[in-house]
């Protein structure tokens, strides 16, 4: 129930903020005006009795953000993987919560397991471990198969995280409508769309057999990556509440002194992480939405290995060609180009003025031309960025919130790998190989076929459809539908001709 009694929860999240001494952390990290440290204070310092204690043992933020529960942890796991916006003290608190959180008991997983699959773990596995890694949603657990004697990750969800999630997530509806009533200018933001998508997306990860179809597909799209590698899932061993796949042995991709005492490249391991992402946004459409270094091991041989299938983005054909035009035309310093594809995509209004658009994009790109990852605050451009959104009257897409998200967090990860990744010379070649691929004259024969091919499944219907537009004109009543062989031939050999134009266009492909 999305109603007042949130208040309640709210005021107890920012309790909690004050108690746990994070607030003064997060103030720090975000180098926050003394006017608003006053005002913040002021509204939460009377009410910090009701904050959560958390444990004591744990950073500040990591406490906090831990006691309050997941939905609050997924934040605190994207600004873990940004060094750069909230400070590298803060990020390393951060990364505990990415799979060093406190485990539940082995007890209760092997509980969940039996009822989830039908038998006990001394029946399916030849051993069956202690937890070795512990997130928001989940924990898993080694194991060896009881057949084979192969090792798998056991996967499975946290006993009552439906019922947590569920009451996070009405605390920020409850805030989201707060904010649109009391500050019409943050309409544009779309915030209850955005907590909507937020919903929608941590919903999947609280069904385990869609996180193991999307595993599977995700597999299937990547087979060909070089250095690149996902786990396969074993679907006998799956279901709602556990997810069995093959065991990933790797160094985190966040160990740097690993890292580099086993003789792995950080800087080629940082390009490939950006060109990976890239690869599977544009190229397949379909993208690991959670890619932060709880999810990325490194193997023996140099593989990066993926896993935690939980969250995984889907962007369509269009979209991607607006993304890919975006970047390109970055790339090509082409401001005015850039500003066009956000007008003609319709992310921008078309009532404001494309030539200042352009303006206030160069004034966003030069910048970080020619400069080093190291050399850039994301912090000031991220905040130019929200000016810039809001002085041309740009709403929230809620279909490129993921997007966008991932982007960030994956950007985050390759600059922990390389201090001095150059960003834009990584995704140079990716992106011209999209463009070249998906917008010259191959695709747009391509599109052909494939409209001739939707329309030849409407074939018989055209002439029909046709007809009845142009009697509705002058006459209300429906025309009659075919009843000599004749027409009914004549309107086959129609959609017929379709099918031809069709197949004839693909062959030429």
Do not use: C
Request: proline share 6%.
């Amino acid at each position: 129930m999305r109603g007042p009694h949130n208040i309640i929860r709210l005021i107890r999240t920012g309790a909690t903020l004050e108690r746990t001494g994070a607030m003064k952390v997060v103030m720090d990290a975000f180098d926050a005006p003394p006017l608003l440290r006053m005002t913040f204070r002021a509204l939460v310092w009377p009410f910090q009795w009701l904050g959560y204690k958390g444990d004591v043992t744990m950073p500040p933020a990591t406490r906090a953000l831990t006691a309050l529960g997941p939905a609050y942890i997924k934040f605190g796991q994207v600004l873990s993987t940004r060094p750069d916006v909230v400070g590298a003290d803060l990020a390393a608190q951060l990364r505990v919560l990415q799979d060093k959180l406190p485990p539940f008991s082995l007890e209760e997983a092997q509980a969940a397991i039996q009822k989830e699959l039908g038998a006990p773990t001394e029946k399916l596995f030849a051993s069956f471990s202690e937890p070795v890694a512990a997130a928001s949603l989940a924990q898993v657990h080694k194991a060896h198969l009881a057949e084979t004697g192969e090792a798998v990750a056991v996967k499975v969800l946290r006993p009552g995280i439906e019922k947590a999630f569920r009451k996070d997530v009405d605390a920020f509806y409850f805030a989201a409508r707060a904010i649109e009533i009391l500050s019409p200018a943050s309409r544009r933001l779309r915030p209850m769309d955005v907590i909507t998508h937020f919903e929608g997306v941590v919903a999947g990860e609280l069904d385990l057999r869609l996180e193991s179809s999307a595993a599977a597909e995700f597999a299937t799209n990547t087979s060909d990556d070089a250095g690149f590698s996902v786990p396969v899932v074993r679907w006998h061993l799956s279901s709602r509440r556990v997810m069995t796949l093959d065991w990933a042995e790797g160094i985190s991709i966040g160990e740097n002194a690993a890292l580099d005492a086993a003789g792995h490249d950080r800087r080629v391991l940082g390009a490939r992480v950006l060109e990976l992402f890239l690869n599977h946004a544009l190229r397949d459409g379909f993208f690991h939405g959670d890619m932060h270094q709880g999810n990325l091991k490194v193997a023996a041989n140099g593989d990066i290995i993926a896993y935690d299938f939980g969250i995984m983005g889907r962007i369509d054909e269009y979209t991607r060609r607006v993304y890919a035009e975006i970047l390109f035309g970055f790339i090509r310093k082409d401001y005015q180009r850039v500003a066009e594809v956000h007008f003609e995509a319709g992310y921008v209004p078309a009532d404001q003025d494309v030539d200042e658009f352009a303006r206030a994009l160069r004034a966003v790109g030069e910048p970080i031309f020619g400069m080093d990852a190291s050399q850039i605050s994301m912090a000031r451009l991220l905040n130019y960025l929200f000016e810039v959104t809001e002085r041309f009257g740009m709403e929230t897409r809620t279909e490129l919130i993921l997007l966008q998200r991932t982007m960030v967090v994956v950007e985050g990860v390759a600059r922990s790998l390389d201090p001095h990744i150059n960003i834009w010379q990584v995704a140079k070649p990716v992106v011209e190989n999209y463009i070249k691929q998906s917008i010259g004259p191959k695709a747009l024969m391509r599109d052909l076929s494939k409209t001739a091919m939707v329309l030849a499944r409407f074939g018989p219907q055209l002439p029909r459809i046709a007809e009845e537009a142009l009697i509705r004109r002058n006459n209300p009543t429906p025309p009659p539908r075919p009843t000599t062989l004749g027409q009914q031939l004549t309107w086959m050999a129609f959609g017929g001709a379709l099918v031809g134009v069709g197949v004839w266009i693909s062959a030429l492909l």
